[in-house]
């Protein structure tokens, strides 16, 4: 009768052990074998970050696409007013516009680029060579665009305009966008040499 005793009480313990067990199992949470990615939150600042570079693309968009746009359809359309060579220039208004559209483009995309991709914290040193690389990259753009612009006024306004070669539309575009233009050049120029 020992015996069967004895097999009692190892049964009886065994199944306590199991059964407090299996609510240890059911009260911790599973464990995985696989490694938990670190959670990836970003802060407030850096959400704000975002956001303000998100608007500035889109500020920038809004105000160079239309230029774009407008310069390289007329520049593609086939118009005499534009196909026409002025006297002693081996440029005319087709190509004026053309090339025109594409440097704005280019413009955009390098400022879309740098807003996109420069870092809000970088070494000092690092920020001042990046920034005097800017600065003339920046001055040489601009004054290389400031004289594009003067060259297309020129052919316009001495050669086109005043024989009136082009019909209402053609000449209404050219004549505002070479005032925005040339304003926002002086107004980039003082910028530039103000920083």
């Not at 230029?67 to 081996?90: S, W």
Request: hydrophobic share 50%; aromatic share 14%.
């Amino acid at each position: 009768m020992h015996s069967n005793t004895e097999r009692m009480v190892s049964v009886t313990i065994d199944n306590d052990i199991e059964s407090q067990q299996e609510r240890t199992n059911l009260e911790s949470p599973l464990r995985s074998i696989l490694k938990k990615p670190e959670e990836d939150y970003l802060t407030v600042s850096e959400i704000k970050l975002r956001v303000i570079k998100i608007c500035l693309i889109i500020l920038f968009i809004i105000c160079y696409f239309p230029f774009i746009i407008t310069d390289l359809h007329y520049g593609i359309m086939d118009n005499e007013c534009i196909n026409t060579y002025p006297k002693d220039l081996n440029i005319n208004l087709k190509i004026y516009l053309i090339v025109s559209g594409f440097m704005i483009l280019f413009n955009l995309l390098i400022v879309v680029l740098a807003i996109i991709y420069i870092p809000v914290e970088m070494d000092r040193e690092k920020y001042k060579l990046l920034l005097f690389i800017s600065k003339i990259f920046g001055h040489i753009f601009t004054l290389v665009n400031f004289i594009w612009n003067l060259l297309g006024v020129i052919i316009f306004w001495a050669f086109i305009y005043g024989q009136n070669l082009c019909n209402s539309s053609i000449s209404t575009y050219l004549f505002v966008s070479f005032i925005i233009k040339i304003l926002a050049n002086i107004s980039v120029t003082i910028f530039r040499f103000n920083i």
